[in-house]
């Protein structure tokens, strides 16, 4: 991968972020999308219905954390351990909002497999500020549900390098395309 840079048109139109992707690269974030999207589609199709929902139209989410811990990185409680709780207010966030930072994080990943998608056979990875904000994101998700997978494989045979490389190379992706946003 090349580092992210900022294009402007020749116009001096709205600034566009560009990046050239190995077709390893360009196949690896695909799957890795793919597989984080479907995730969160499976937790989100497993809500139970209620009849409050179907009567407003406002979605309902799970009352509880997924019990996957990768999911559970992407979709955690409203409170920490050492919080002062009340009863079943945690779930009743949850319940409110899980459905909505899900579309969120699923919009996000579509960014990406929609980036990669127009960018086809050649590599190159051209993004809008918001689609920029967007990769940024779910580059981000994309981290954490790979680093719960590496701080679970049992030993140092299963955490393999390629793995760990995969790891790395999405922090350089991040990191440049922050840097390259960040810089005016």
Known sequence: ???WRRRRGLLGGAPRYQ?????????????LAATVSDALMARARSAPRDELSELTGMPSGHSRAPE???????????????DEQLEGENAMLRTIHESDITRAKLEQL????DALAEAGGSGTVSLTEEQAAAWVAG???????????LENMAG??????????????LGYNQESLLEEMMRR
Do not use: C, K
Not at 110 to 113: D, E, G, H, V
Not at 156 to 167: F, G, K
């Open 139 to 149: 580059i981000n998700d994309l981290r954490l549900f790979l680093h719960v997978t």
């Open 156 to 169: 140092p045979l299963e955490r393999s390098e390629q793995t760990d490389a995969l790891y790395q190379w």
């Open 1 to 3: 991968m090349r580092p």
């Open 110 to 113: 579509r960014a990406i497999i």
């Open 68 to 82: 996957d811990p990768r999911l559970a990185r992407l979709l955690p409680d409203f409170e920490r351990a050492d």
């Open 19 to 31: 990046t050239v992707l190995e077709p390893q690269e360009h196949q690896l974030l695909g799957e």
